[in-house]
Nanobody
Framework: QVLLRESGPGLVKPSQTLSLTCTVS??????????WSWIRQPPGKGLECLGY???????VYPPALKSRTSISRDTCKNQFTLQLRAVTPGNTALYYC????????????WGQGTQVTVSS
């Protein structure tokens, strides 16, 4: 069974860089056929995609976030990491990592999420 677990600070100050790590067990992040994605849900709002990294390490970001977002991976630790620069209070949200089937674009595994609050 594939399990994903998010970790990182629950509180970040405005203008700082948010860094979250997703640790994957039960499956390798280098296995073909999947994207490893980060999404978030601000309070009272819908889900927003932050980007993803493929099995080969290729990354894709939404245009609106491309300048502030980086997703990287550590294949030895089977982890992938989100960095979001210059955060604002509007970036307060529940952040999730998930695995997406690259053929069907269906999410088949996801973490339980981690709350991040941006506040001074």
């Amino acid at each position: 069974q594939v399990l994903l677990r998010e970790s990182g600070p629950g509180l970040v100050k405005p203008s700082q860089t948010l860094s979250l790590t997703c640790t994957v067990s039960g499956g390798s992040i280098t296995t073909n056929g999947y994207y490893w994605s980060w999404i978030r849900q601000p309070p009272g709002k819908g889900l927003e995609c932050l980007g993803y990294i493929g099995s080969s390490g290729t990354t894709v970001y939404p245009p609106a976030l491309k300048s502030r977002t980086s997703i990287s991976r550590d294949t030895c630790k089977n982890q992938f990491t989100l960095q979001l620069r210059a955060v604002t209070p509007g970036n307060t949200a529940l952040y999730y990592c998930e695995r997406v089937n690259s053929t069907s674009w269906r999410v088949d595994h996801w973490g339980q999420g981690t709350q991040v609050t941006v506040s001074s």
